[in-house]
């Protein structure tokens, strides 16, 4: 174990190990190699034979109802965790929680949710656009501000039919107790 004399950057924990070592011990997990694998174990380690279907362990523990999405995405953090940690700019990281908001929230739907889960692939969308950033840093394409772009539309949508439907109902209901013309019967 270094010193904090050794490593005068380091600053020590509490339990008297650097802080910088306990980065270290984890390094493992953010290696190139070991993101791939999550991502081949999370959405295409399997195949269904006689097809080019692939799934993986996220649609399979997406089948448990409530938890199952919910631990599923919580696994898929770790590309989105690695990309932050590796520098990938912050439109990137947004697009990866997008996918990765997407894949969970539709994905809670049951049986389509879990089919939707399974064909969109949220961490091989993620593990490909860490790869791409990192390749060629600080290039985002015309596809990263479009998706981005989008996603805001939709939300914008998603958020604008509740309160015209609210309107809607306060405007018939307004109609139904207080007739236009202005006489009561």
Known sequence: ???SDA???NNLAPDGSSSQDRWNRGAWLF????LHGIEILLDEAFRIPGTG???GLDGIIGLVPGLGDVLAGLLSLIIPLA????GVPYITLVRMAANLGIGVLVGSIP???DIFDIAWKANRRNYRLLCRHLGEPRRHTGRDWAFLLLLA???GLVFAIPIALAIWLLVWLGNVLVPSNGVHS
């Not at 290696?31 to 070991?34: C, E, I, L």
């Open 83 to 86: 990309a932050w940690i590796r």
């Open 1 to 3: 174990m270094p010193s």
């Open 111 to 113: 049986l389509f949710g």
């Open 53 to 55: 279907f692939r799934f």
């Open 7 to 9: 490593n005068p950057g």
């Open 31 to 34: 290696r190139d190699r070991t």
């Open 153 to 155: 539309a939709a939300l």
